[in-house]
């Protein structure tokens, strides 16, 4: 390889004259497959490497090998030692080309897909020149080398951004003193009450505890007065009149997808991302594995990658979370545009495509496009059921409500679309929040930045089993008492962020569902209890006590009404008329998020940061019937 470097040295400026990809045809490809990769290459903008490689045609390794013989340079694979400062290392050297060492030798290496062949021989000229030794490495090689130098500087900066920057916007900063004080007292005042004026304490209590029930059906209502006016279901379509947008003009887009024990769904997770509607070439997919995750990384080993995919691995340092391994995965990302899927996720092919749509035809604070989610395998049990009743009306219904009265929106875990400059000026995610994605809807809104909702739909699997269920849950409902904690620090401050509707807004969410979830069971309680003394029929002592009793009860009857109403409506808009009968047993259900919520107010003491993970059967599933 050295003589034949030595032969061609010189003749690079004319060496693609005319046909700049050709010395791949015969060695790596037809000519057929080369004139449709520069064909799809004209149409969307890029280099007919980019698409050859994106498209799985050629792979990177292979490439450089040939292009090196083409340009009469040394290639490097893993025999590769990068030289150089922090400055260097990301790209920031004064000439072309990373300072490395090779076999002993030190040299500049240039990176086989950062321009066109001819533009790579001459940069090679140049640094030779110089009296530079040049070589040519894949660009997946120096990625690698890039990542085990610089880890240690990444975790950290995943870990501690936020709490360094912004540290009362983080879980983990211990919760203030007042708050502990103020949930102390609470609880004392309560069991005082009852063991001094027990008939006066229950009333109180019971008329208090219809206030957070209150809340949630509020916003019920107002989800559900759109939805029968037809305007208020849908979330933001983008303009019908604008016309597909050109490939030429669409942007790099990153998708990041966070992986644990996922080995079972990333044959479909592939399939699906590889479906979507978007050049392969102007796709950057980043599958991202725990260090300690060997059950992916062997199924990922024997998936043939297209070549557009990358995988990202993350090095186990506390706290093992979604957040933190997605804060890692954002610094190797590529794209202009990011967004956020989960394994098991099955976009609707045209999503980034609208996404953009309503991105550039929205206000310039507008940094978060929230698809809808909904369940595609609603049918494998009761749990399944009521869970895609419970999505329905939250993503087709509550947050839609939301955005239109611009209150904050608490954003779910998956098909979050984000400009990545304004994603990272926003302090990106919380690494110790286990529900990252609300605390981030929350956040963006205190920020005075905006989120809307993407009437285009991500299919999920829900949980079938139980424990399943049980633990995904406990992770929600710890997650949303971590951000009520978090934000209501410095209530001004949080007021004077927010607004007045802006902050009721928040309470009515946030500390309404987290409240009614935990209050739920008491009712029954004391339903049960006034059953067994006799009590229940019984006129209350006093108008005041009256009062209390009327408002809980007729509260209850017409949340109970409301969310019901709301949940048949939600899923017939799906076109799922056999779940309208499963509506009248969501009062079942809650009782089940009630103990859920009381398993998560004991980890939020005992386990703050525990993220149980939701396994994924990767079942058959088959999305077309309910799209």
Known sequence: MRGLAQRLRGRTDTAFLGDEYGFLVGRLLDRATLDRAQQEAQQSGVATHAVLIASGWISQADYAGALALALGIEPALWDLVIDGDSAAMHGAEAEPGLPAVVHGRACRVLSATSAAPSELGRRAEMLRSRGHQVVLAPQSAIDAIREVHGWGDRVYEAVRRLLRERPTNSAGRRTATWQIAAAAGAVGATIGGVFVVPAAAIAALTGLMALPFLCVTLLRLVALRQIVAGSGAAARTPDAD?????????????????????????????????????????LDVLLILETDDTETQAALLAI???GNFRAIIVPALAPQTKPKALNYALQFARGDFVVVYDAEDRPEPGQLRQALEVFRGGPPDLVCVQAQLNIDNPFRSWLTRQFTIEYSVLFDAILPALERLRLPVPLGGTSNHFPREALVAAGAWDPFNVTEDADLGIRLARQKLRTSVLSCTTWEEAPVDLSTWLKQRTRWLKGWMQTYLVHTREPRRMHAELGWRGSVGFHALMGGLILSALVHPLFYGLLVYFLITGDLLVPAE??????????????????????ILIGMLSVCRRRRFRLVFSCLLMPAYWLLISLAAYRALYQLIRKPYLWEKTEHRGEARRPSLYA
């Open 542 to 563: 006093s108008k005041v006590g009256a009062a209390f009793w009327a408002i809980a009860w007729v509260n209850l009857g017409v949340g109970y009404v409301v969310s």
């Open 304 to 306: 043939d990658l297209p």
């Open 242 to 282: 604008a016309g597909r947008l050109a490939d030429d003009s669409l942007p790099v887009y990153s998708v990041l997808v966070p992986m644990l024990r996922e080995g079972n769904v990333l044959a479909g997770l592939v399939q699906s991302l590889h479906a979507l509607d978007y050049p392969a070439a102007k």
